[in-house]
């Protein structure tokens, strides 16, 4: 049943969003990657109920008095339509759908020519919502039955009379096809506005995930994007058909127009363009000819590693200026239709979705679906209802960043300068990133660690040289004293922080540096309990990857929708001749009861058999049944040693030790502190073989959390604990330099000459500032925790009586976030600090609210 408030009257509404309402140029947060947010015009969010949980699509009314806006890029847990008044930014309306319950509502949106009438796409519900729009709010008619996850849609006046076509982004529902891969779509529905009725089914062919929709100025052409083909498809909307299908790029040059998302047609002109997400470019499709026109590069750099990520589109009323938004570099591109050129940036919230012209062409209206970030959450992933004083609000960060609507001039060209310049600044686009000091030249080998989920605070936060709180520190010295002693020993980085805000954009950011447009717009589909899209950021069969997404460096190697074109780290090391070992990222889950089947393998690109034997077949991925200590780090170190022996350590090793996660307190498993317990005690025995190999010296062993989704932090919700280890980090020093995922991903990089893969590895602060130039060859030997490790004899375990025991044991752990991540927090905490604790209440600290702004940037 749909959750709905209908609104009869909007001064409480009003007064919510005018409390959130700020000017853009007084904010000075900025993003985890340390780009600035200094968004033009005036910017307005929600801040209490639902809303703006992640926007992704709009509509601006025809008479230009208001837009539409359809969030869901929050955990799709409350998903939205709302209205915004254009002038005052004021919400005038709000229909809230529960993903908890199966609701949902997904990317598209469009009001009828006169403007009382609007439909959204249902997404994971399979319909398209029908609303009447009135003076006193927005109101559901009905719901039109559209097959599966209907994703862009548009309104034409076409030959047949005024028709909705809706694209069905799936071809069936999710987990059919018994595969990681959401089986893909290849249909368009089209819908009589009139009736409310389907009364057509276009069949585009080839199955290739269709997004975006749009009609050409006579109404005559229907276009769809091909989101996995690099295409667009062409319908002839009298007889209903498709005709034609646009290639935006040849097969061997997928950087020119990879994942077209968006598409717009021009008022003034026989044209319609296309948003190449993944290619920082701008298809122009002559609608006469059918053919392509032009491409446009807006990418910030222009020729520059991949990552602005155009995701939306708006074109003045005359024709004549094409707005991009890229949600990569937190901007709007502007270009010249006529010139073929981008001519300028204006800076906008945190990753733009969608930008549209009201129709004087006065202004521009743009949806950020972050807005400005997330902010502290000190009571991180508590969701129930606590007393007065201790958490409000929710502070889990899957779902508690909200995004904004924002107001922009259309700039004079010298006011587009101006923020042109501001742009680059903000992304630091300047000089590039700090060159790898020569005395480092003899490191030759990094060892590259990923765990599980944590945060800052909740392993170093009573550390008393860094800026930590230790009344919210989980795991002390008696459960992860190697991470703790490490950052005493070596560096402690305590303003490091996470690009992701799960596991399922986590690791794409993790091992490719970037998390693509499909990864943002899919994953909270698979992190609501209705699970409307499966779980396939990560490991994705061979035969359910397309031929159609090519490795950039080698067009005969498919890759799935997840992977970004220049693919992963491997591919990077593949391709500079760098040898690479990878024990366990990027492989199938693997079965709870088989720890060592021997047959562990991936489909992924240069992981991949026709490569060579590149996985080690003996070490798990994800499985929290197999320990890090017991089963992980021994089978690591086995092969250790032999290629100490054979003098052969690859250049790089990818190492997942996972349990750091744990299982809550489910009972019969290990408890959270036993499975930190086992994770600790496996990166410590690793630093101890290194540290005492004749391959010390030439080694540095990096280690981050995917994310830091599963707890608090009193800074924000993206700080995570980071280590970089090597007899030139052994200073004991604390380093308070702004790092994130990316800066971990250059720093490997630059250690052994490979090439930035996205723009924000290209441009992230290097760690050098944790290194020196003399080396300490002091080993380090492994500390044994008090707290009994996983899988070890008399290990702890959760009873039937833990704190919230139930809840736990009905949490599905077979994946990584398959477990409800707010109340699996909780449980961590509880079972830590006792069934009738309380997280502590929260306090501003200096870097509060948005991440603050800082000096060194």
């Not at 039109?144 to 047949?160: D, H, K, M, N």
């Not at 990418?299 to 003045?316: C, E, F």
Request: proline residues 8%.
């Amino acid at each position: 049943m749909v959750s709905k408030l209908f609104t009869r009257g909007f001064l409480g509404l009003a007064v919510a969003a005018l409390a959130a309402l700020a000017l853009a140029q007084s904010a000075r947060a900025i993003t985890p990657t340390g780009w600035r947010l200094t968004p033009a015009g005036t910017t307005t969010t929600i801040t209490n109920g639902p809303g703006l949980a992640g926007p992704w699509g709009e509509a601006i009314s025809p008479d230009g008095s208001s837009v539409l806006v359809t969030s869901s890029g929050t955990a799709a847990r409350f998903e939205t339509v709302e209205r915004f008044n254009v002038g005052s930014l004021n919400r005038t309306g709000l229909v809230s759908y529960d993903g908890n319950l199966g609701d949902s509502v997904f990317y598209g949106i469009a009001y009828s020519p006169d403007g009382q009438r609007a439909w959204a796409s249902g997404g994971g519900q399979g319909v398209v919502h029908a609303y009447d729009v009135t003076g006193q709010g927005l109101v559901e008619t009905g719901q039109i039955q559209a097959g599966f996850f209907p994703s862009g849609l548009a309104y034409g006046q076409t030959p047949r009379g005024d028709r909705i076509y809706v694209a069905d982004n799936l071809g069936a529902p999710p987990f059919t096809t018994g595969s990681y891969e959401d089986p893909p779509g290849h249909t368009v529905k089209v819908i009589d506005p009139a009736s409310g009725l389907v009364t057509a089914t276009i069949d585009l062919g080839a199955a290739l995930d269709p997004l975006g929709v749009a009609f050409d100025r006579q109404g005559t052409k229907a276009y769809v994007t091909q989101w996995a083909g690099r295409s667009v498809a062409v319908i002839d909307t009298a007889t209903q058909q498709k005709t034609s299908e646009i290639q935006l790029s040849p097969i061997a040059q997928p950087f020119q127009a990879d994942h077209p998302s968006a598409i717009a047609a021009n008022p003034a002109r026989d044209e319609v363009y296309t948003a190449n997400a993944n290619s920082d470019t701008v298809s122009v499709i002559d609608t006469r000819t059918d053919r392509l026109a032009s491409t446009i590069d807006v990418g910030l750099v222009t020729g520059g590693p991949k990552g602005s990520i155009p995701d939306g589109l708006g074109v003045s009323p005359d024709g004549r200026r094409l707005y991009v938004a890229l949600a990569g570099e937190n901007a709007v591109a502007v270009v010249d239709v006529t010139r073929r050129r981008t001519i300028g940036f204006i800076p906008t919230g945190w990753y733009p979705a969608d930008v549209k012209v009201t129709p004087n062409g006065e202004n521009l209206i743009v949806v950020n679906t972050n807005g400005s970030g997330a902010g502290p959450n000190r009571c991180g992933g508590v969701l129930n209802p606590l007393p007065p004083g201790s958490c409000e609000g929710d502070q889990y960060v899957g779902s508690m960043i909200r995004g904004s609507v924002e107001r922009i001039p259309v700039p004079s060209q010298g006011q587009l300068q101006q923020w042109t310049l501001q742009v680059r600044d903000n992304n630091r686009t300047h000089g590039g990133a700090d060159p790898k000091p020569g005395w480092l030249n003899g490191i030759r080998h990094v060892i590259y660690v990923i765990k599980e989920n944590r945060t800052y605070d909740q392993v170093f936060g009573s550390l008393p040289a860094g800026n930590g709180d230790p009344e919210i520190n989980l795991f002390g010295d008696d459960s992860a004293p190697n991470h703790r002693e490490l950052a005493r020993r070596f560096t402690l980085l305590d303003n490091n922080f996470v690009d992701a805000e799960v596991s399922a954009d986590g690791h794409p950011w993790s091992v490719q540096g970037v998390a693509t447009d499909y990864v943002d717009k899919t994953w909270p589909f698979d992190y609501a309990s209705a699970f409307y899209r499966s779980y396939n950021s990560e490991f994705v069969p061979l035969d359910q990857q397309f031929p159609s997404e090519p490795l950039a460096s080698d067009p005969t190697v498919p890759r799935p929708m997840a992977a970004a074109t220049a693919g992963y780290i491997w591919d990077d090391a593949y391709d500079h001749g760098v040898s690479f070992r990878d024990y366990g990222e990027g492989t199938p889950w693997d079965d709870p009861t088989n720890c060592t089947s021997h047959a562990v393998y991936s489909d992924l690109t240069r992981l991949s058999s026709r490569f060579g034997q590149h996985v080690d077949p003996d070490f798990p991925g994800w499985n929290l049944g197999c320990s890090d200590h017991a089963v992980r780090e021994p089978e690591w170190e086995r092969e250790f040693d032999q290629f100490v022996a054979d003098g052969n350590l690859p250049g790089l090793e990818i190492v997942y030790f996972p349990n750091d996660h744990n299982a809550g307190t489910s009972p019969g498993r290990a408890t959270p502190q036993s499975y930190m317990a086992d994770n600790d005690l496996a990166l410590g025995r690793m630093v101890d073989a290194v540290s005492h190999s004749p391959y010390w010296r030439s080694t540095a062993i990096i280690v981050l959390e995917d994310d830091a989704q599963d707890g608090p932090d009193h800074v924000d919700a993206h700080r995570a604990p980071a280590l970089v280890i090597s007899p030139y980090t052994q200073t004991g020093r604390v380093d308070s330099t702004h790092y994130d995922t990316a800066s971990a991903l250059g720093t490997l990089e630059d250690l052994l000459g490979l090439a930035p893969m996205s723009s924000f590895d290209a441009r992230a602060n290097r760690m050098w500032p944790s290194f020196r130039r003399h080396p300490n060859m002091r080993p380090y030997d492994a500390i044994m925790p008090t707290v009994i490790p996983f899988d070890d004899p008399g290990y702890p375990r959760n009873g039937q009586g833990s704190p919230m025991a139930e809840e736990s044991a009905r949490m599905d752990f077979s994946k990584p976030d398959a477990a409800p991540e707010g109340l699996l927090s909780e449980a961590v905490w509880k079972s830590v600090r006792g069934a009738g604790s309380q997280m502590p209440a929260p306090r501003h600290t200096s870097r509060g609210g948005p991440i603050a702004d800082e000096d060194d940037d």
